[in-house]
């Protein structure tokens, strides 16, 4: 069975060794860079376990959107991996990576992670959840198709591309292209899919705040 907390210190050793499985040609954080996300958001970042071992996680930033949108870059929206960029004046909660141990795919981890977001996003009143989903098929296709007809081929059921699918299974609506994205990610040739999900409880009258210390048991 999956469960989700908060990601700890303590955690830091298992979550960069899984980074460094999951995508190999991506640097896993540093310790900085986690003690960096505890220091300005440690309700948004969380930790998959099943049988108590870490087997996923998810990091998270409150975001002023109109300060992005479509040509933003991994890069520019987490001030290169420093993660100072949020900012709870912000409505959008930022996805700023997910993975999952390869050897628990298909058991829900995922899913849960993407849950905890949802949650996390309501009991903060944010407007939306916003992130730039890797296209690890591209890489396959890039020599005769842009990114934008492959994104196009998977939403119609042509391809398979086991992110850009598991996004649209989860809620996520497609809106475009981010080129040059995250260029030490070479499956995607640096592009990733700027993918949305809107949350129905969003009120605009009332402000963000952070969340209850019981939200993940919530089950809204």
């Known amino acids: 069975m999956v469960r989700i907390r908060h990601l700890t210190h303590a955690d830091i050793p298992a979550a ?3 980074q460094r499985r999951v995508y190999q040609s991506i640097p896993a954080f540093s310790q900085q860079q986690f003690d960096s996300l505890f220091a300005n958001f440690p309700q948004g970042q969380f930790a998959a376990e099943v049988e108590g071992k870490l087997v996923g996680l998810a990091i998270s930033l409150v975001v002023l959107w109109d300060d992005y949108s479509l040509h933003h870059t991994w890069p520019s929206v987490t001030n290169d991996g420093h993660f100072d960029t949020h900012d709870m004046g912000g409505r959008t909660l930022y996805g700023a990576e997910v993975c999952v141990d390869p050897d628990c795919r298909g058991q ?3 899913h849960a992670l993407y849950e905890a977001r949802r949650k996390l996003c309501r009991a903060m009143n ?3 959840i916003i992130a730039g989903g890797r296209l690890p098929g591209y890489g396959k296709h890039a020599a005769h198709m842009s990114p934008e007809e492959y994104a196009k081929r998977v ?3 042509d391809f398979y591309d086991p992110v850009l699918r598991f996004q649209l ?5 497609y809106c475009g292209i981010l080129h040059g994205y995250l260029p030490t990610d070479p499956e995607s040739i640096g ?3 700027l993918i ?5 409880y969003y009120d605009a009258d009332q402000p963000t705040r952070l969340p209850p210390p019981d939200f993940l048991e919530n089950p809204q």
């Open 16 to 18: 960069a060794d899984l």
């Open 108 to 110: 829900g981890v995922g």
């Open 155 to 157: 939403i119609w059921g």
């Open 169 to 173: 299974d989860e809620g996520f609506d």
């Open 196 to 200: 949305v999900w809107l949350n129905r």
């Open 191 to 193: 592009n990733a899919a």
């Open 126 to 128: 944010l407007k939306r």
